[in-house]
């Protein structure tokens, strides 16, 4: 087993790591940017380390600082997280170089699903369902012949894209040159690969993905599917398991091309499957993730499993411990997402400082979070803040169980989607499981926050709060002004609320 692991990410994600590290007997290195000093994954984990400025390409990204770090502090190991340089062959590559393990999947694995085209052509060869499209070329004129054996609607896709960037919807053949040049653009932009595919737009479709996990002998199952059909932005932000569209039958038949995805390039470790789902439960496979999704806890809630424990075992060269038929999802989980933005301005995101973050507590309530009351949200980062986390008997506990956490969690200070996530979850459609990846936009496009005058009187009361912690104990309670030298209240300490005791 590893003895020291450089978790090379931020936020929440490296909480959850550095948990499981210390849970497993492992030491753990942070890093950080100039803009992440003092924030809690540094806190949390056993060594931390300045790894450049606030800018992303000069710091989380800077690959040989990375390993220049994890060398000088002794490190065998390197978990990249999600994000960042999880999915980066070359950096997977040079970890492993350097002598050291990568806590993910091989290169080459990561290389062959990076791209999309090559991802198709090995799922085509696997006898994976995919969305009929056409790679063959990026000449324009074969793109444009393509496309009308095809048919309209259609979309223009980057063969490095992701997140919708190098996406666009097509619905007629006059508006296809524009869409291929300005797709190039952005993905040039976004990915430095300007290259692009076509594909068969499928309408209102169901977004499913399979957890997968794969280990150094060969053996590969699946841990069951998250719904991920509620997003903005092409972006998921909430997730579900198990699916409510899925049959028995249709849950059997994805599993088991989830697993022959993974099998076609020899994958170890977990990642995730993505699936596109019709109306007539055709599914098509869609991308492969590889690395640990930022959806992993409800996979954990229902399964029982830690996903991050098994990640770090597998890197290190344990077979996993458990078989297909021995797994089952127990109960229903929902995750949120929760974002520093705001929903009624076209999700912008929103920076400042965090004036109050209370969490909802209770039994099958988790919360995986990257702040604390006094952090600031910079715009260096992805604005996701936190995720909310339920598991309930059965999917209507868990829809209960989600709108009573929504409820008591405040963040104060920023604007979040806390109050959009209230209404996305109560909403009747949502409730039936009819959840499709337009259902924002079909029925939250106009979306204003309704306010909360609980939310005003928790302003006011964090407000106070800050202002309380001025005083000394004796101005806060005048009770311990008594010359009774058996009084309690006679041997409160002379500190200031928020200061260490006996800090000078």
């Known amino acids: 087993m590893f003895k020291k692991i450089l ?49 992303a390409a000069e710091s989380y990204l800077n690959s040989n600082r990375i390993l220049e770090v994890a060398h000088e502090l002794g490190c065998d190991a390197i978990h990249p997280g ?40 090995a799922m085509r060869k696997a006898g994976v369902p995919v969305v009929p499209g056409y790679q063959d070329s990026n000449d324009n004129e074969a793109l444009l012949v393509a496309a009308t054996e095809i048919g309209y609607p259609l979309l223009v896709k980057a063969i490095a894209g992701g997140g919708g960037k ?44 399979f957890q997968i996990f794969g280990d150094d002998t060969g053996r590969v199952v699946h841990l069951f599917e998250r719904e991920c059909s509620i997003q903005r932005r092409h972006q998921k932000i909430i997730e579900e398991t198990p699916s409510p569209l899925l049959n028995a039958t249709l849950r059997q038949q994805m599993g088991k091309a989830a697993v022959a995805a993974a099998k076609a ?9 993505e699936f596109l789902v019709d109306d007539e439960h055709n599914f098509y496979f869609l991308e492969m993730n590889t690395r640990l999704q930022v959806e992993h806890p409800i996979t954990e809630m229902v399964t029982g499993l830690d996903l991050v424990k098994w990640q770090i075992r597998v890197a290190a060269g344990e077979p996993l411990s458990f078989e297909q038929e021995g ?17 009624a301005n076209g999700f912008l995101p929103d920076i400042g400082p965090v004036l109050q973050a209370i969490e909802p507590v209770g039994p099958g309530i988790r919360v995986d979070s990257g702040i604390t009351s006094g952090d600031e949200i ?79 009187a928790l302003l006011a009361a964090a407000l106070s709060e800050m202002l309380d912690n001025t005083q000394t104990n004796e101005q806060r309670y005048p009770e311990a002004a008594t010359s009774d030298p058996y009084s309690p209240w006679g041997q409160l300490p002379k500190f200031r609320v928020g200061e260490q005791i006996g800090k000078e």
Not at 98 to 108: D, H
Not at 265 to 273: I, L
């Open 378 to 456: 910079t715009m260096h980062y992805d604005p996701m803040i936190a995720k909310l986390i339920v598991l309930g008997e059965n999917r209507p506990d868990a829809l209960r169980k989600m709108k009573w956490a929504l409820k008591q969690y405040i963040i104060l200070g920023v604007t979040t989607n806390i109050p959009f996530l209230r209404d996305v979850t109560t909403h009747a459609a949502f409730r039936r499981g009819e959840t499709t990846t337009h259902f924002v936009e079909q029925y939250f496009a106009d979306w204003q926050s309704a306010g909360n005058i609980s939310d005003t």
């Open 327 to 343: 797994l089952s999802q127990r109960g229903h989980a929902i995750e949120c997402r929760i974002y520093a933005e705001d929903p």
């Open 7 to 55: 978790i090379a990410n931020r936020g929440e994600i490296a909480i959850r790591i550095i948990r499981a590290c210390q849970e497993l007997g492992i030491s753990s290195v942070a890093i950080y940017s100039e803009a992440d000093a003092g924030s809690l994954h540094t806190l949390m984990a056993g060594e931390s380390a300045l790894i450049g400025p606030p800018t």
């Open 265 to 273: 390039v020899n994958y170890a470790n977990a990642g995730t499957v």
């Open 82 to 121: 999600y994000g960042f340089l999880a999915e980066n062959a070359t950096f997977a590559q040079a970890v492993r170089a350097a002598g050291l393990s990568f806590i993910g999947p091989s290169a080459e694995a990561i290389r062959i699903m990076g791209s999309k085209t090559a991802a198709r052509t």
């Open 166 to 209: 190098g996406m666009r919807v097509v619905e007629m053949a006059s508006a296809l040159p524009e869409a291929l040049e300005s797709a190039r653009r952005e993905a040039l932009n976004a990915f430095g690969d300007d290259q692009i595919y076509l594909e068969k737009y499928i309408a209102s479709p169901h977004h499913i993905e």
